[in-house]
């Protein structure tokens, strides 16, 4: 059968309809035979091209499959897919009988170079020298790429250079040597996703880590405002007659004999005692913590109505998260007592004793974060016994209020600092003002620098009460 001629030697292929192509489209489904018959004779250079190349499709198509003859032979890099493009349209037009001068539509001319960058499909990635793709114009599929080994990938990658290559707008350095491309936008899309996630785990963890570090930190020792001296260690007190209780959830109730150390814990139970102090020389030390719990202290009432003196002093600490701490404390003969919470209410009662101008100076500390604080000295011993050395740090950073009264019988100064939105009132008789602002005020009760200065200090909008 012979093959329609073509308007010239040199056909210009019609892109727009070439390049959606699919080999498998084109019904080339079956393995062929390696001992197909092959042609003998390189490309024809010179003369008639389309004799040749018509000359060749008719052997192809006459020894079977030509897929497979054309991938077996290797015709150089810039003649491939034109010789491909030539043979398959030269044989599809050879055996069809409605072939037109309007089907030949496949360049026959091996001088042109493979399609640019632009005209291949994303799909098929690089096209390999030596087992081009078959483009057909009778499918709009998407070509699929055919794999190459390595070597026949670094030959193609070799020879592939060109300068006058059309270049992508967004290929980067090392694809724009290939005739190929591969869009990296999907995969730089997948590579910030990737960042994102691994960004967003990086933060989760560390906000669950400063979270964790705050609680603990509040737990163990959130007081640090206060300038007052530590508490003494564990080895600084006596080793004597001692009791240690801890809960997880279990609650504490009950009356102990304070000796020489108490401490009771408790996470989410509560504590609620009474504690009856024993006659020692050396101090005592009592501990009560709980993470989210309530915490009750009580002074056995035996001690408390026949008025008592203790002959020691005591260091007591009062430690809760989120729990309400209502409290009786004894404090005197240059003790510390210190409460805290951060959102929990403090309803504090000082039993003072020892505070005289010849005693040791005692501290008293209470601290909170939004919790409200109630504080009310009162005098252990005969009321009409001067209360001097006691140094005092009431503090609350929130919006909570503060309500401080302390006895007519204490002399000293207090200093009250709240911010702009706070409000502090003082009452008291024979109070003297050194500054009297809205925000903060200085006041004295005696002689002036005679005693120990009560600090007062709210930042943020809670008021401050003080009566004397």
Known sequence: ???????????????????????????????????????????????????????????LASSGPWAEALMSRSYGTQDSLTIASSLWGTAHLAGSNQATERNNTYM???????????????????????????????????????PADSEQAQHHEEQASDPEQPLLEHARPWQRKSRGWTPWIHQGKDRARRWVRLLC??????????????????YSRHNNWSKLPARPSMSAVPIGPSYERHE????????????????????????????????GREPAFLSLTSLTGAISLRVAPSFVHRQAIPSRAIYTELRTLTGTVTAEILLGDGACASVSTVTGLQDITILAYDMGPNDPISNLTTDSRTGEQKVRLTSLGSSYETITNI????RVAGTAAMNIVYPSNWYGEVYALTSPLGNIEMQGGELRYLQNNNGEKLAYRGRERSGQMVEIISIGTGSVKFIC
């Open 1 to 59: 059968m012979t093959s329609p001629t073509p308007s010239s030697d040199d056909v210009q292929p019609r892109r727009s309809r070439a390049r959606r192509s699919c080999p498998q489209s084109a019904g080339v489904h079956e393995t062929p035979s390696p001992s197909a018959n092959l042609p003998t004779s390189p490309p024809y250079r010179s003369g008639s091209k389309r004799e040749h190349a018509v000359q060749l499709a008719q052997e």
């Open 201 to 218: 785990l990086v933060f989760l963890f560390s906000f669950v880590a400063m979270l964790l570090a705050c609680l603990l930190y509040g």
């Open 391 to 394: 140094r005092a740090h009431h």
């Open 248 to 279: 997880t959830t279990d609650s504490i109730t009950g009356k102990y004999e304070l000796h020489d150390r108490l401490e009771l814990s408790t996470t989410t139970g509560t504590i609620d005692i009474e504690i009856d102090l024993q006659q």
């Open 108 to 146: 026959t001319r091996h001088e042109l170079d493979p399609p640019p960058a632009y005209c291949r499909l994303p799909e098929t990635h690089e096209l390999p020298a030596s087992q081009p793709s078959i483009l057909s114009i009778d499918n709009d599929e998407a070509a699929e790429r055919v």
